[in-house]
């Protein structure tokens, strides 16, 4: 099945007004943790090929899939719902049903970022871990101090360069 190519910043936009909507009712702990994961949505579009910055995202997507489950059903209100009130809940609802969505497009970004599945910590080998669980995957072309020098490094002599 082929996905549709969506823009990052379209994905974030359309959350981040639901999120403002969802806001009107469900205030506190449902604004902290949607806006802290749309924080992490910007720094993904900022750092277009980070596979952290990405990844980040889609774990914050995850994780926020349940918190506005809890936030929705410990926090709606019971009796006396505005229209407002009822418009904020909606958005909210309408948010949440749509991060599983969103997911699944968030996670074929990453995928094309260079992002894989890792190996599990546990005993089983062979089954794919979503990124953010597994340590990260960026590569920088500097070298620590601990790595060692290539052998081909090692056999060049080492005298003034000729420019």
């Not at 994780?63 to 229209?83: C, E």
């Not at 260079?114 to 062979?126: A, F, K, S, V, Y």
């Not at 590569?139 to 081909?152: F, G, K, L, M």
Request: charged share 15%; glycine share 12%.
């Amino acid at each position: 099945m082929e996905l549709p190519a969506v823009n990052l910043k379209a994905i974030l936009l359309v959350h981040w007004l639901l999120t403002i909507w969802g806001c009107i009712v469900f205030p506190g702990p449902y604004a902290w943790a949607n806006f802290t994961i749309l924080a992490l949505g910007v720094w993904a579009v900022a750092q277009r090929d980070s596979v952290d910055a990405i990844s980040m995202f889609l774990g914050g997507l995850v994780v926020t899939i349940f918190l506005d489950i809890v936030h929705i059903s410990i926090f709606y209100p019971r009796a006396g719902l505005s229209d407002t009130g009822r418009f904020s809940a909606g958005m909210a609802i309408l948010s949440l049903l749509l991060k599983p969505f969103s997911c699944c497009l968030v996670y074929h970004m990453y995928r094309e970022r260079g992002g894989r599945g890792g190996e599990p910590p546990g005993p089983g080998p062979g089954i794919p871990w979503p990124g953010f669980l597994v340590p990260s995957q960026e590569r920088s072309a500097y070298q620590t101090i601990d790595s060692e020098v290539p052998a081909d490094l090692e056999s060049r002599p080492q005298g003034p360069q000729g420019y």
